[in-house]
Structure formats: structure tokens, C-alpha cells
């Protein structure tokens, strides 16, 4: 039988075990795989990177529960900043802070403006019982007395 072009390889010698002497144990076939050879210097030389991450497995009875990890700096200065907003908020919504002050202070002056202003309306409203109706039509009244007037001094120039 001819071997093909694969004649380092073992691909024309193969030894299939038949079921009575896998049964028997008595296989010609290996039972373990071979070790990889290393080429060049890699079986003499160990070399370990140092970059490289060994996962670390461990236990549950190895873990340590009392140990806290440590913020890097970027998270420690998030976690600042986001208490720091959290107690000017609190400041805030006490009214102690600068900006509380003066807010407080404009709301009062504003609802003091619209307390005079509706005294005025309702003054304005006891002392004319007119409505806005009548004054619409002595407008129109007088928009009329005045075209009509206008009208007569045009004939009177023409006549």
C-alpha cells in the first residue's frame, strides 16, 4: 500500500482496537497522550512574563470577609464629590446656604408684589363697577363722533 505524500505523518499506520480487546484491556493503542516537545531553547530556558495574570482560585474558608479593597483615586474623588453634593442639597432645603438666602429672600419680596397687586385689583374693583364693556363702547362712540366730525370739515373745505 502506498503512503501518499504524508510520509512523516502516521496516517497509513493506523491500529483500530476491535470491542473484545478493549473489553480485555489488552489494546495495542496507547493510553496516554504524548507531552509536547518545546522547540529551540523553550525546554531549557523557563521563562516567566510578567505581565501575564494568574487567576487566583480561591476558597471560600481562604476569603477574608474583614478586608476592604482600595478606591483608586478617580472613584475616591467621585464618591467625594457626589457627598459633597448630597450635604449642599441637605444645606439647600434648610435654607442655610448663600444661594437658600437670597431665593427665600425674592420669593417673599415677589409674593409681597402680588399681595399689593391683587389689594389694587379688588380696590379697583369696589370703587368702578363699570365694565370693560362700556368703556369698549364709549370708545367706539367716540371713534365715531370723531370720523363723523372729520367727514364735515372735509365737505366743509370742498364746498
Given at each position: 500500500?502506498?503512503?501518499?505524500?504524508?510520509?512523516?505523518?502516521?496516517?497509513?499506520?493506523?491500529?483500530?482496537?476491535?470491542?473484545?480487546?478493549?473489553?480485555?484491556?489488552?489494546s495495542t493503542r496507547p493510553r496516554?497522550?504524548?507531552?509536547?516537545?518545546?522547540?529551540?531553547?523553550?525546554?531549557?530556558?523557563?521563562?516567566?512574563?510578567?505581565?501575564?495574570?494568574?487567576?487566583?482560585?480561591?476558597?471560600?474558608?481562604?476569603?477574608?470577609?474583614?478586608?476592604?479593597?482600595?478606591?483608586?483615586?478617580?472613584?475616591?474623588?467621585?464618591?467625594?464629590?457626589?457627598?459633597?453634593?448630597?450635604?449642599?442639597?441637605?444645606?439647600?432645603?434648610?435654607?442655610?446656604?448663600?444661594?437658600?438666602?437670597?431665593?427665600?429672600?425674592?420669593l417673599s419680596l415677589i409674593r409681597?408684589?402680588?399681595?399689593?397687586?391683587?389689594?389694587?385689583?379688588?380696590?379697583?374693583?369696589?370703587?368702578?363697577?363699570?365694565?370693560?364693556?362700556?368703556?369698549?363702547?364709549?370708545?367706539?362712540?367716540?371713534?365715531?363722533?370723531?370720523?363723523?366730525?372729520?367727514?364735515h370739515n372735509v365737505l366743509e373745505?370742498?364746498?
Amino acid at each position: 500500500m502506498g503512503r501518499g505524500k504524508f510520509k512523516g505523518k502516521p496516517t497509513g499506520q493506523r491500529h483500530f482496537s476491535t470491542p473484545e480487546q478493549m473489553l480485555a484491556g489488552t489494546s495495542t493503542r496507547p493510553r496516554t497522550f504524548k507531552r509536547q516537545k518545546r522547540k529551540g531553547t523553550q525546554g531549557i530556558i523557563e521563562i516567566e512574563n510578567p505581565n501575564l495574570v494568574k487567576a487566583k482560585n480561591l476558597k471560600a474558608r481562604d476569603v477574608d470577609t474583614g478586608k476592604t479593597t482600595e478606591l483608586s483615586r478617580r472613584e475616591r474623588e467621585e464618591l467625594e464629590k457626589q457627598r459633597a453634593h448630597e450635604r449642599y442639597m441637605r444645606l439647600q432645603e434648610q435654607g442655610k446656604t448663600e444661594q437658600a438666602r437670597k431665593d427665600l429672600e425674592r420669593l417673599s419680596l415677589i409674593r409681597q408684589q402680588r399681595e399689593e397687586a391683587a389689594k389694587k385689583r379688588e380696590e379697583e374693583k369696589a370703587g368702578k363697577p363699570r365694565s370693560r364693556r362700556k368703556q369698549n363702547l364709549g370708545n367706539d362712540h367716540r371713534r365715531k363722533v370723531s370720523t363723523i366730525s372729520a367727514l364735515h370739515n372735509v365737505l366743509e373745505r370742498t364746498c
